[in-house]
Structure formats: structure tokens, C-alpha cells
Nanobody
Framework: QVQLVESGGGLVQPGGSLRLSCAAS????????MTWHRQAPGKERELVAL???????NYADSVKGRFIISRDIVQNTVYLQMNSLKPEDTAVYYC???????????????WGRGTQVTVSS
């Protein structure tokens, strides 16, 4: 069972940048599918970005070109660099880890508790 702790959220003005971190423990980090999700008030939780064990990435259309997901295998940490932030990016951001076995069996995997990102005008 993997434990995840997000950090790096905060208050930022439109056009600004933040980098979120997700520290993982309890599993072989390099073998995990790591994803960032967000949930705004009154909205469904949505997938923001993904990085798989081979380093392949994918992004939601709403953040493509602005956000970058990356990982540091040595530090067991996945990052979400958020640039050109917009008010609509305001949400609680969650990190998720899935093993390939989780994916194969349609299991949710492990979730962090989230970190608040507020983009204020």
C-alpha cells in the first residue's frame, strides 16, 4: 500500500505559477502510474495529468501547454508544475498512485489528501 502526501498549494494571482509535489512511500515508485486530479467546488473530480512508469505523460485539454507533470525516482516524488494559472484552475489537487495491477483490476489505487490551489483575481 502506497502512502501519498501532497504539498505546494497556495494562493497565486492569475498568470502566476505553482509547483505541487506528491511524495510517495510504501511501494516501488518507478512501477506506479501517477496521476494528478483536481476537484473544484460543485464540480466532479477530473484527471489533470498522468505519468506512467515509462515516463509517458498525458494532460487534460484544459491544462495542456500550461502544466507539466514530472517525477524524481530517486526522491519518490511526482510534481505538477503549473504555469499561466487561471481562476478556473482553483481546486483541491489530489495525487493518485496506481500499480499496473490496480489498473488491470479497475481499482482506484491510493490517494493523497489533497492540497488547495487558489488562483485569485
Amino acid at each position: 500500500q502506497v502512502q501519498l502526501v501532497e504539498s505546494g498549494g497556495g494562493l497565486v494571482q492569475p498568470g502566476g505559477s505553482l509547483r505541487l509535489s506528491c511524495a510517495a512511500s510504501g511501494s516501488m515508485f518507478s512501477l506506479l502510474i501517477m496521476t494528478w486530479h483536481r476537484q473544484a467546488p460543485g464540480k466532479e473530480r477530473e484527471l489533470v495529468a498522468l505519468i506512467n512508469s515509462g515516463g509517458r505523460t498525458n494532460y487534460a485539454d484544459s491544462v495542456k501547454g500550461r502544466f507539466i507533470i514530472s517525477r524524481d525516482i530517486v526522491q519518490n516524488t511526482v510534481y505538477l508544475q503549473m504555469n499561466s494559472l487561471k481562476p478556473e484552475d482553483t481546486a483541491v489537487y489530489y495525487c493518485r498512485a496506481q500499480t499496473y495491477d490496480d489498473y488491470r483490476h479497475s481499482r482506484e489505487g491510493s490517494w493523497g489528501r489533497g492540497t488547495q490551489v487558489t488562483v485569485s483575481s
